[in-house]
C-alpha cells in the first residue's frame, strides 16, 4: 500500500498536508518564475506547476529536461524514497542559477516518532525518512545553499493548520527547506550607469 495515503486517513496526516501544501505554495508565490517542476506528491497541485507521476512520467535521478532549464523544483517526500546523492546531483542539474529547490519531508528525530511508537503504532513511511540534517548534508555536498528552515505540525496541534517557522525540531512532524543553486560567475550590478560610463560588474 501507499504510505503517502497516510495523509487523508487520520487527523495527523490531513493537518500534516495542510501545512505543507501551504508551504509549497507560499514559497511557489514568493518568488517569480518561469520554468518549474515539483517532484513528489502527484496528488498534491501547487498552483498549476506540471508534476512527476501526474502530468510527465520521469525517473527522479535521470529527468527528460536541459540542464540549467528550470528556476523552481517543488520536492516534497521526493528524496525519502530512493538513491538521495543522485537525486540531489539531478536537482543542481536541471535547475538554473539562483534557482530554488523548495522540499518537506517527515522528521525522524521527533517526540512524534515516539508517541508512535508509544501507541504501538508505525511512523508514517517508516524505514525510509531521511533526518534533515544528513539531507542538508547531501545538499550541500550537490552545491546547494540552504537558505530557509521551517518546522511544521508541532506538538501538540495547534486547532487550525499554519506554518511555524519558530517551531522547534524536535516537535515538529515535518521539516521544510528552501535550497539555492548559486554558481560562481561574474553578473551585472542593478546599476545606473552613467552615459559613456563602464558598466560594473560583481562576482
Known amino acids: 500500500m501507499d504510505w503517502t495515503d497516510w495523509f487523508e486517513r487520520g487527523a ?3 493537518y500534516a498536508a495542510c ?39 520521469a ?8 540542464a540549467e532549464s528550470m528556476d523552481l523544483l517543488l520536492v516534497p ?15 543542481w542539474r536541471v535547475l538554473a542559477g539562483d534557482g530554488r529547490l523548495v522540499l518537506c519531508g517527515l522528521n525522524p528525530h521527533s ?15 517508516s524505514g525510509r525518512t531521511l533526518p534533515f540534517g544528513r539531507l542538508k548534508a547531501v545538499l550541500e555536498e550537490a552545491g546547494f545553499e540552504t537558505a530557509a528552515t521551517e518546522w511544521l505540525v508541532c506538538w501538540p496541534l495547534a486547532d487550525a493548520p499554519c506554518h511555524a517557522e519558530t517551531g ?13 543553486k548559486h554558481t560562481v560567475g561574474v553578473r551585472p550590478l542593478d546599476v545606473c550607469v552613467p552615459a559613456g560610463g563602464r558598466p560594473v560588474f560583481a562576482v
Request: glycine residues 8%.
Open 12 to 14: 495527523v496526516g490531513r
Open 19 to 57: 501545512c505543507e501544501r501551504d508551504f509549497l505554495e507560499r514559497m511557489a508565490r514568493e518568488r517569480p518564475f518561469r520554468t518549474a517542476l515539483q517532484l513528489g506528491m502527484p496528488q498534491w497541485e501547487t498552483d498549476g506547476v506540471p508534476c512527476v507521476g501526474r502530468d510527465v512520467m
Open 59 to 66: 525517473d527522479f535521478a535521470a529527468l527528460p529536461f536541459a
Open 77 to 91: 517526500h521526493g528524496f525519502e524514497n530512493g538513491d538521495c546523492e543522485a537525486f540531489a546531483r539531478e536537482a
Open 111 to 125: 517526540l512524534w516518532r515516539l508517541l508512535y511508537r508509544a501507541e504501538g503504532k508505525l511512523f508514517p513511511n
Open 168 to 180: 522547534l525540531s524536535v516537535l515538529a512532524l515535518v521539516y521544510a527547506a528552501v535550497c539555492v
